[in-house]
């Protein structure tokens, strides 16, 4: 049902156009447009009528439904040429106004999409052709009076829609004074609370020089005192060994075993000093890597030679799983045999029984080097605080040290390019990973 005549007609004079307004107006109705809408279709086509009827002596119209979606088109045509600047107030109130000229013959149709197309048949289509053959013109004067009925019923309609409009514009003007006293008062709270931001940033950037100061100073203090004290301890370490050489006076059981003593203190004393001179230097930045090619295998070989010795339990088994040949990464060869064999002395200290396991593997583009014990565990809200400088665990100071070796193992990490990460539950032991890149990153 793409191009349905309804109705044809001729106008030729004045009176007609009131006869087009009521067809106009009768088909608008019987295709189910709003009240309205009737009108608007209605007054948009005796305008348009009245000014081709005042350039022509006979003006064909046709109705008819048109076009997918289907819509009411009115097509009046004349001979010649119309001004169609003219038309444009009409075409406002329907949908579409189009003109459409040949040089001999004008066109102009007027289009409004109907409101419920899906209900439109062919039986309700030639119902509205019956209807608008059979339907009586009224007079001019009833046509006349009808359109004055319609324009007081619009007439008040604007009347209420202004008077509407009036208590919206009344309710809009008492928003807005609302809505300016709340943002005068949002901007007076918010400039109080940006110099409140300024100040607490000024207060941070102070503190922040205060902390960088404190920690420079603590690097300062550790470097200088872990200088100064390893020569002394050095030397303390050298003269219990020659009190207790062979060749030396002979000690009494009491003094060689006060001497043992004293060499282990001072022994413990010197490991102390050793970390925290290396702490230092990796806190002040002056720790550069040597970088080079290291063969996993032999790091592993020689780790698991020294870590043996270090075993006190026999209860507790080491295992190195060797990556096998052509386990290459670039990285410090001594910065990275430090960080395992801090991990290892970590696992064996903390475990009692069961094994001390480490293995690597490589996708290609890193190495996970991986150090497992079975030993005590530790819970999750305590796994970040290991890695903070001097903490010992509640629970763990059966196996003493300096709380160093792991905040040391975690920076050297860093700075080689990689990770370490922990993963552990009490009572089913720890897993540290190192992640680091096979090549070193520029």
Do not use: C
């Not at 009833?142 to 007081?152: C, F």
């Not at 943002?183 to 960088?212: F, H, I, M």
């Not at 009190?243 to 009491?254: G, I, Q």
């Amino acid at each position: 049902m793409t191009d349905t005549v309804l109705l044809r007609l001729v106008l030729r004079r004045e009176q007609d156009v009131f006869a087009v307004r009521q067809r106009g107006r009768e088909a608008a109705a019987a295709l189910g447009f709003e009240h309205q809408d009737q009108i608007r279709i209605a007054t948009a086509l005796s305008d348009v009528a009245r000014q081709l009827l005042a350039k022509a002596a006979d003006v064909e119209v046709t109705f008819r439904i048109h076009g997918q979606p289907e819509s009411l088109r009115i097509e009046l045509a004349v001979p010649g040429p119309v001004d169609q600047q003219a038309l444009r107030p009409a075409g406002r109130l329907v949908d579409v106004l189009e003109v459409a000229e040949d040089g001999q013959r004008t066109v102009v149709m007027l289009s409004r999409r109907l409101p419920a197309p899906d209900q439109l048949t062919a039986d309700r289509v030639e119902q509205v052709r019956h209807k608008m053959a059979g339907s009586v013109v009224a007079s001019p004067l009833d046509e006349l009076a009808s359109q004055n009925d319609h324009l007081l019923a619009a007439l008040e309609e604007a009347r209420q829609q202004q008077e509407q409009l009036k208590v919206l514009n009344d309710e809009l003007e008492e928003t807005n004074r609302g809505v300016m006293a709340l943002y005068l008062q949002l901007s007076s709270e918010l400039e109080e609370t940006n110099r409140g931001v300024v100040a607490l940033y000024a207060e941070l950037d102070e503190k922040s020089a205060q902390l960088r100061a404190a920690s420079e100073a603590k690097t300062r203090f550790l470097a200088n005192v872990s200088h100064e004290l390893r020569a002394p301890v050095t030397a303390v370490i050298g003269l219990t060994r020659m009190l207790s050489d062979p060749d030396s006076d002979p000690l009494t059981e009491a003094q060689a075993e006060q001497m043992a003593l004293l060499r282990g203190s001072a022994s413990d004393l010197l490991a102390l000093v050793n970390e925290l001179l290396d702490l230092a230097k990796a806190e002040s930045g002056h720790l550069e890597p040597a970088w080079g090619l290291v063969d996993l295998s032999q790091l592993f070989k020689q780790l698991r030679g020294t870590l043996k010795a270090v075993l006190t339990s026999p209860d507790v088994e080491l295992v190195v799983e060797m990556p096998g040949d052509g386990a290459w990464i670039e990285s410090d060869e001594a910065l990275l045999t430090q960080v395992l064999r801090n991990l290892l002395h970590n696992a064996i200290k903390f475990t009692d029984q069961g094994t001390v396991t480490m293995r690597a593997a490589s996708d290609g583009e890193r190495w996970t080097i991986t150090v497992a014990d079975t030993g005590i565990g530790i819970a999750a809200g305590q796994q970040e605080r290991i890695f903070e400088e001097f903490v010992q665990l509640p629970g763990r100071l059966k196996a003493q040290g300096t709380g160093l070796g792991l905040p040391y193992a975690r920076r050297l990490v860093t700075i080689l390019g990689g990770q370490l990460r922990l993963a552990s539950e009490p009572g089913t032991g720890s897993t540290f990973t190192v992640t680091l890149p096979v090549a070193r990153r520029p």
